[in-house]
């Protein structure tokens, strides 16, 4: 049986430390319908938001904070329909909150394991009724 590319949900995962984007997107692939991406850069994440829909960004905070939450309100301005999810630590609180504030779904805390991390997409964008129209 072939699965059904319409029904698989887009992922876009921005993390500065390359062996934890791939980290994500392993869980993620392994046990979910989706396709991952991985963004190297702030103007990559831009331009592969601009290209394709994705039903969910994975971003981390630090990056997210960065020129005042430039990148997290150009996310949410080029794509509104995305959920979006920042990464941070338990010390970032204030910072969370204000992405949080700013438009982010959601928040995951740092240092992550496996079987949380995937409880907490599922918990915020991977069910069934979400996807980008």
Do not use: W
């Not at 049986?1 to 921005?14: G, H, P, Q, V, Y």
């Amino acid at each position: 049986m072939t699965l059904n590319a319409e029904s698989r949900k887009n992922i876009l995962i921005f993390d500065p430390e390359r062996d934890t984007s791939e980290l994500f997107a392993r869980a993620l692939e392994s046990r979910r319908n989706c396709r991952c991406y991985l963004a190297n850069s702030a103007a990559e994440v831009l331009d592969l938001l601009r290209g394709m829909p994705f039903d969910l960004v994975i971003l981390d905070l630090k990056s997210a904070m960065a020129d005042d939450y430039h990148l997290l309100r150009q996310i949410q301005r080029i794509s509104p329909p995305s959920i979006l999810i920042v990464v941070g630590y338990l010390h970032q609180k204030e910072h969370i909150l204000k992405a949080v504030n700013l438009g982010a779904r959601g928040h995951i805390i740092k240092p992550i394991q496996i079987d949380a991390f995937r409880r907490k997409i599922e918990e915020y964008a991977l069910d069934s009724t979400s996807s980008v129209g």
